[in-house]
């Protein structure tokens, strides 16, 4: 079934290679992606990202050496590389943080919060967020939360963020527990140039720091 092994040992440290460059901890990577190839970033607002187009360039010779290095089962096999490829990242990253992580570093995100804004009036607004934090270490975790806005949002237009004015929300996580977080706020405009009128945002972002350290999510 094997037909070269150095193909496939070269496979396999080419794909080591590609998940360390862009490896989704402790900080979302795709927060500023626009364009994206399997866990690589190509294009953000600023334009083409060179390391992640080398990454994708990788991962594709990659893939060539592996089919190279087999005598049959070609497209089984990239299946199953491509799953584990994807799966692999968030598997060691759940095994971290269940035995080694502490602090913010233990705190794990689904992605899956909302934010809904309505207009009170010209100046005011009124913030709703949902959203779900899990602390998987077997300590409290305290820290300060802040709203990022969506990359996507054009002239630099603010929405998440407009939460940070009634912030930074000082949080805490009892060890091993989810915590479902809402919160709530009027928030007064008068001073913000750009922001949006009203609307809803869905996978929502925000960044987490505990002292000196912080993390995206």
Known sequence: MIKSKFALIASVILL?????????????????????FMSFPIRNQDGYI????IGS???VIAMILLVNGMKKYHFRTIIIVLIVYGLLPNLLILIYQETLASGI?????????KCNFESVSQ?????????????????????ELEFMDSFFMEDEVRMESLMNLAGPYSITIEANRKKSIHLKKLLELSDVPKHIEEGTSSDIHFKLMDGGTARTL
């Open 16 to 36: 080591g290679i590609c998940m360390y460059l862009y490896f989704p901890f402790p900080n979302n990577v795709m927060l500023e992606a626009r364009s994206t």
């Open 50 to 53: 060179l390391l992640g187009i």
């Open 57 to 59: 360039v990788l991962f």
């Open 105 to 113: 570093t233990a705190i794990s995100y689904d992605g899956n919060g």
């Open 123 to 143: 100046d005011l607004l009124n913030g709703e967020c949902n959203f779900v934090l899990h602390n998987r270490s077997n300590e409290d975790v305290s820290f």
